[in-house]
């Protein structure tokens, strides 16, 4: 399946399920044999990347055929050129236009596509594969008064690895915000309960879609002086799990632990008033106030009329930006777009 199509006699991107519930990808063939230069690649890389870059492959292994070209025969002035056939800025021409009636990648799709390319090939030299390629790529540069800081001893850095295929980094000077009453502009587009606890959700934790959709009741300790001891007031973990019913996956993947029958460890982040609702008043004192959506396992979950069964099943992440997506009108007035940044407040801040 690529783009939601089905994709027959041409590469493409397959989603294997193992035995433990864990989901991982890998590219094929058209005749459906695996591809073994990206399926080894692919196998180095982390949960949620590895789906990135299996779809960064297929589209670049279909334009080295388009090209006449293969993974021995590449230059790096090759890869340039199709990195300016996806939306890079290259002085020149680069050849046959690629991915007609497609819009150009953006800033951080090149980048994505910058970073796969290079480890790929780089990988592909350890295997005596176009290895003049692989030293190609393995540029440096000086480093900078922010890659000191981050660095355990950054006094002593002398070079930092480049990618030569990634685009210039632009300068953000202020921080991605909602434009000023978008918010309630929203939560007068919703119509249900699950699309205000998003709206609300998004807007005052700075949560990624990934990590709002894979959140658990277990994760959420709304309320002062919690099990974990971590934070004293009420806070959530984001933990990242690869057995999510709704495939929703947290990127960052900080370690955290089952114990004492509490959640412990993973991102830890404060959250806002808003987003903790009443508690029942008949409630012992010692049950945690749960979202508005309290019969399901997920803090986000589709309501009950929307799946079959007498049980709602847990949203996917598309399902998130889907009231934003409802409310479009508002979005392209405000800000000329239909889907806003995220929002950082101090009640989002990670501790």
């Given at each position: 399946m690529v783009d939601g199509r089905l994709v027959v006699g041409d590469l493409r991107g397959q989603e294997i399920v193992r035995g433990d519930g864990w989901v991982c990808y890998t590219v094929v063939d058209a005749d459906c044999s695996v591809v073994?230069?990206?399926?080894?690649?692919?196998?180095?890389?982390?949960?949620?990347?590895?789906?990135?870059?299996?779809?960064?492959?297929?589209?670049?292994?279909?334009?080295?055929?388009?090209?006449?070209?293969?993974?021995?025969?590449?230059?790096?002035?090759?890869?340039?050129?199709?990195?300016?056939?996806?939306?890079?800025?290259?002085?020149?021409?680069?050849?046959?236009?690629?991915?007609?009636?497609?819009?150009?990648?953006?800033?951080?799709?090149?980048?994505?596509?910058?970073?796969?390319?290079?480890?790929?090939?780089?990988?592909?030299?350890?295997?005596?594969?176009?290895?003049?390629l692989a030293e190609a790529l393995r540029v440096t540069r000086l480093p900078t008064r922010a890659d000191r800081r981050r660095a355990m001893l950054g006094h002593v850095l002398h070079s930092m690895p480049a990618n030569p295929l990634a685009p210039a980094e632009r300068v953000r000077r202020h921080p991605k915000m909602l434009p000023e009453g978008a918010r309630d502009l929203l939560l007068g587009a919703v119509s249900c309960a699950r699309d205000r606890v998003v709206?609300?959700?998004?807007?005052?934790?700075?949560?990624?879609?990934?990590?709002?959709?894979?959140?658990?009741?277990?994760?959420?300790?709304?309320?002062?002086?919690?099990?974990?001891?971590?934070?004293?007031?009420?806070?959530?973990?984001?933990?990242?799990?690869?057995?999510?019913?709704?495939?929703?996956?947290?990127?960052?993947?900080?370690?955290?632990?089952?114990?004492?029958?509490a959640v412990s460890g993973g991102t830890v982040r404060r959250v806002s008033p808003a987003m903790i609702p009443p508690t029942s008043s008949t409630s012992p004192p010692s049950t945690p106030p749960r979202p508005l959506m309290a019969c399901s396992w997920s803090a986000c979950t589709a309501p009950r009329g929307a799946s079959r069964g007498p049980r709602p099943r847990p949203a996917a992440c598309c399902a998130g930006p889907q009231p934003v997506w409802r409310s479009a009108g508002w979005s392209r007035t405000l800000s000329g777009t239909a889907s806003p940044p995220r929002c950082w407040t101090p009640h989002g801040a990670t501790l």
């Open positions: 073994a230069e990206a399926d080894g690649f692919l196998r180095t890389c982390a949960a949620g990347t590895d789906r990135t870059y299996a779809y960064v492959l297929v589209d670049h292994l279909r334009w080295l055929r388009f090209a006449g070209l293969d993974t021995g025969s590449v230059s790096l002035e090759d890869l340039r050129h199709y990195m300016a056939a996806l939306g890079a800025d290259y002085p020149g021409p680069f050849g046959l236009p690629w991915r007609e009636g497609k819009r150009p990648y953006g800033h951080s799709a090149l980048k994505t596509a910058a970073a796969c390319l290079k480890g790929f090939y780089l990988r592909l030299g350890t295997l005596d594969v176009n290895p003049a709206v609300t959700w998004l807007a005052d934790g700075g949560f990624r879609i990934g990590e709002l959709c894979g959140l658990r009741l277990v994760d959420l300790h709304l309320r002062e002086q919690a099990e974990c001891g971590q934070c004293w007031g009420p806070h959530v973990h984001i933990c990242h799990r690869e057995d999510n019913a709704n495939r929703a996956r947290a990127k960052t993947k900080t370690p955290w632990t089952w114990q004492d029958n």
